[in-house]
Nanobody, 121 residues
């Protein structure tokens, strides 16, 4: 069984910063791409950032230049440094991983439970 657990969400004023963490645990053979998504009430889940196995990143247009995603392959973890936060960044942030468990010859899509980020104006 593979689990993704996010942490680091909270309440912050506009212009402030937060750092989200996501750690994968369980019977992991390998981790390919990982990503952060977010969803706010009444809106579809959107891609915030993604990172490949070799560290290449891609960002959603609304967060480019403000958010930075990184990964620690030894800890099976990814991070999202969020700077210059805006009220419109308020959402539940979900960690996503393309992970091959030890019990399978193929990778599967896994999701964390989400962490709330609230930015006050």
């Amino acid at each position: 069984q593979v689990q993704l657990v996010e942490s680091g969400g909270g309440l912050v004023q506009a212009g402030g910063s937060l750092r989200l963490s996501c750690e994968a645990s369980g019977s992991i053979f390998s981790i390919k791409a990982m990503a952060w998504y977010r969803q706010s009430p009444g809106k579809e889940r959107e891609l915030v950032a993604e990172i490949t196995e070799d560290g290449r990143t891609n960002y959603g247009d609304s967060v480019k230049g403000r958010f930075t995603m990184s990964r620690d392959n030894y800890k099976n973890a990814v991070y999202l440094q969020m700077n210059s936060l805006k009220p419109e960044d308020t959402a539940v942030y979900f960690c996503n991983g393309d992970i091959r468990p030890t019990t399978s010859f193929k990778s599967n899509d896994y999701w964390g439970q989400g962490t709330q980020v609230t930015v006050s104006s």
